[in-house]
């Protein structure tokens, strides 16, 4: 099982830019997460999704879109990137409910909009 | 909403010694997980530990340890013979039981491990 991976490692983006952070689990989870770490912060929700084609708002979800069309893969778009958005984002998956609850974090993905 | 709080920006021990990490959370909720996560250099977020709100019995898991005081809303991560592979971001994190999205992380505590 490869987990939880997240492409691409690191990308630099124009203000004013779109793009998209792919996210993908092989463990069948029905919970899926998208944070974000600014430097020296812990991590703040973005989205979460509790199933395909259902999706809500986390903490910080302003600036952002995301879509879950299936199981496995949990996209993030960034609209029109701004300094603000330069951040470590991490993608996590869980099974969502009963005592074993636990998220699996992809590698992250660094972006810096300049 | 939620909020979790480590007091601690900065802790070091020295090698084969034990540290004790703070955390404290609030919360209306009865039920809901607290975990502590490590995040090395690598940026990979590994688990370390997870409690149940509903077990009073504190996790273990190896050198790792919690104390859980749920009356005061604490959550201690105690390591004990402290190796240097632990040195690391240490984060404190809550999770509602039931609204997977109250999902709150601490801003964590920097571990140096002296040897």
């Known amino acids: 099982n490869a987990g939880v991976t997240q492409t691409p490692k690191f990308r630099i983006l124009k203000i004013g830019q779109s793009m998209t952070l792919q996210c993908t689990q092989d463990m069948n989870h029905n919970y899926m997460y998208w944070y974000r770490q600014d430097p020296g912060m812990g991590l703040k929700l973005i989205y979460y999704s509790v199933g395909a084609g259902i999706t809500d708002k986390g903490e910080v979800p302003n600036g952002y879109n995301v879509s879950r069309s299936t199981t496995e893969d949990f996209p993030l778009r960034l609209e029109l990137a701004a300094p603000s958005q330069t951040s470590v984002y991490f993608c996590a998956s869980s099974t969502g409910q009963g005592g074993q609850e636990t998220q699996y974090f992809g590698p992250g993905t660094r972006l810096l909009v300049l | 909403a939620q909020t979790v709080t480590q007091s601690q920006p900065e802790m070091s021990v020295q090698e084969a010694e034990t540290v004790t990490l703070s955390c404290t959370y609030d919360t209306s909720e009865s039920d809901y997980y607290l975990f502590w996560y490590k995040q090395p250099p690598s940026r990979q977020m590994i688990l370390v530990i997870r409690?149940?709100?509903?077990?009073?019995q504190n996790a273990t898991e190896n050198r790792f340890s919690v104390n859980f005081q749920k009356a005061a809303k604490s959550f201690s991560l105690k390591i004990s013979d402290s190796q240097l592979g632990d040195a690391a971001m240490y984060f404190c994190a809550y999770r509602s039981w039931t609204n997977a999205g109250k999902s709150t992380f601490g801003d964590g505590t920097t571990l140096t491990v002296k040897p």
């Open positions: 409690q149940e709100a509903y077990k009073q």
